[in-house]
Nanobody
Framework: QVQLVESGGGLVQGGGSLRLSCAAS??????????MEWYRQAPGKQRELVAA???????NYADTVKGRFTISRDNAKKTVYLQMNSLKPEDTAVYYC?????????WGQGTQVTVSS
């Protein structure tokens, strides 16, 4: 079983910053060998991929967040982070982390990010 717990969301003014964390646990889960991903879902919209990081450290970002968001990971802490700078109202969404292992995708419960204009 795999558990993912996100934290760090909140209300921030436009132009501000937040740092999200996603802590992973589970006896069958080898965190350091898995790519990690951040998604978000705004009201009335489909869930979309925001950022991803491979085991080797390569990163990929949605065009809408390039240059503003940074994904990173700490394998010793089994945690993946999403540093979000220059936040915009359109970044408002519930943010989720995801990992796929043994053919199954696991999601956290999400953390709400609200950016005021």
């Amino acid at each position: 079983q795999v558990q993912l717990v996100e934290s760090g969301g909140g209300l921030v003014q436009g132009g501000g910053s937040l740092r999200l964390s996603c802590a992973a646990s589970g006896s069958i889960f080898s965190f350091s060998t898995k790519p990690m991903e951040w998604y978000r879902q705004a009201p009335g919209k489909q869930r979309e991929l925001v950022a991803a990081m491979t085991v080797g450290g390569s990163t990929n970002y949605a065009d809408t967040v390039k240059g503003r968001f940074t994904i990173s990971r700490d394998n010793a802490k089994k945690t993946v982070y999403l540093q979000m700078n220059s936040l915009k109202p359109e970044d408002t969404a519930v943010y989720y982390c995801r990992v796929t292992t043994n053919g199954n995708a696991y999601w956290g419960q999400g953390t709400q990010v609200t950016v005021s204009s």
